[in-house]
């Protein structure tokens, strides 16, 4: 559940609009996806959870870069900005319904329940997220914001 509290922050901090921070973009999902990968290392995945695994991160990373497309990347005071839109958070809300819904048929499907790791996928959608963004910023000629820290 401090999962989805923090998913749910840091969404409200972007739709806001937020200096664009490399860290920032980069550091949650690769610490996401390596929390779900470790989760799942305890697990004995049978080849059904690991093709239903790739199904979801498929659909993850595709979720993300749907989310960058609608997300606003700009100069600010000399460094990227970004902000979320109403579509991006339509994106998110759908994101959430179809996931919910694959997992629930891979579950259906022989997927032991176990192998489903919500951190794992929303890690890989942020990944995609993250991804698109750094493309924006390289071809946008301005700078990631410095770290606050």
Do not use: C, N
Not at 57 to 77: D, H, I, K
Not at 106 to 124: D, F, N, T
Request: net charge positive; charged share 10%.
């Amino acid at each position: 559940m401090a999962l989805v509290g923090l998913v749910v922050y840091v969404v409200a901090r972007r739709m806001a609009g937020q200096p664009l921070v490399a860290k920032d973009v980069f550091v949650p999902p690769v610490i996401l996806v390596a929390i779900g990968a470790h989760g799942l290392s305890q697990v004995e995945l049978s080849g059904l959870d690991m093709a239903w695994l790739a199904v979801t991160a498929v659909l993850g990373l595709g979720f993300g870069v749907v989310r960058a497309a609608t997300t606003v990347v700009f100069p600010r005071q000399g460094v990227l900005w970004q902000r979320y839109t109403w579509k991006t958070l339509v994106v998110w809300v759908v994101t959430f319904a179809i996931s919910f819904g694959v997992g629930a048929l891979a579950v259906a499907a022989g997927m032991h329940a176990e192998a489903r790791s919500i951190a794992l996928s929303i890690g890989v959608g942020l990944l995609g997220e993250a991804l698109v963004i750094l493309l924006r910023a390289r071809t946008s000629g301005a700078p990631f914001a410095p770290d606050r820290s």
